[in-house]
């Protein structure tokens, strides 16, 4: 039986670091409408929901030909947990899968999402990130973690690869996503969790001005030079 797969958009109004960045410009055009075009692209979800505490939304939403789904304004702050954003969300729409399609992952490739949640359905997860996998000399608390300090210096590719989340993509089990909440106020990470590494442009995330700016510049040079299929 097909499972119902829902994405959403998550695009709160306020932003700390970076104000209003979703509604950032780059060639003319929104930083969240790049995702919505790669949502779309996909072919795979059932229906594709931006999920924001802002009306503001609903043009975008309406104009690209996705739905709108206006969140209670307490889900805006920046305290909120993306549980309570889930939860709320699968408590009014009903589907057997729901996928957080991460709006300021701009370089995201519908191929590699579509691969993503198929991975997700065929290893029957409950939850899952998606992360960049690296071979770099780690530290954590001033200490190793896949070298030895006392050992000749590692080559980079001799290293054991750590992984990152990168949160591009996020998925859940709509049943048990809503049974783990209720259980323990919290479910991004419950029950059986997946990890799935993406590719670097996936995993570059607009968080601040430099962010922006590396997208922008990635985006605006792609669309000339096809930049980002060549490195693929």
């Known amino acids: 039986m097909k499972k119902k797969i829902f994405a959403i958009i ?18 003319k055009k929104p930083l969240i409408e790049y995702v919505v075009d790669t949502a779309k692209k996909t072919k795979i979800f059932d229906k594709i929901y931006i999920n924001s505490d802002s009306q503001i939304f609903n043009k975008i939403a309406f104009n690209n030909g996705v739905d709108f789904y206006l969140r209670d304004v307490k889900f805006g702050s920046s305290n909120t947990k993306s549980d309570d954003v889930v939860y709320d969300f699968l408590k009014k729409k009903k589907c057997d899968i729901v996928v957080w399609v991460n709006p300021i992952a701009p370089l995201q490739d519908s191929g590699e999402i579509k691969k993503v949640i198929n991975f997700f359905i065929q290893k029957k997860l409950n939850s899952l ?11 954590y608390q001033k200490k190793p973690l896949n070298f030895k300090v006392k050992e000749r210096f590692a080559k980079t590719q001799q290293l054991e690869p750590i992984e990152i989340m990168v949160y591009s993509i996020m998925m859940w089990n709509s049943k048990t996503f809503i049974k783990a909440y209720e259980k323990d106020r919290k479910a991004i990470l419950h029950g059986k969790v997946g990890y799935y590494p993406v590719s670097k442009f996936s995993g570059i995330i607009v968080k601040d001005k430099i962010d922006l700016e590396i997208v922008s510049t990635i985006l605006k040079v792609s669309k000339k030079k096809n930049l980002i299929k060549y490195f693929k």
């Open 10 to 27: 998550p695009a709160r109004i306020g932003s700390q670091r970076l104000k209003k960045k979703n509604l950032a410009l780059i060639n």
């Open 129 to 139: 990130i998606t992360t960049n996998k690296l071979k770099n000399h780690v530290i």
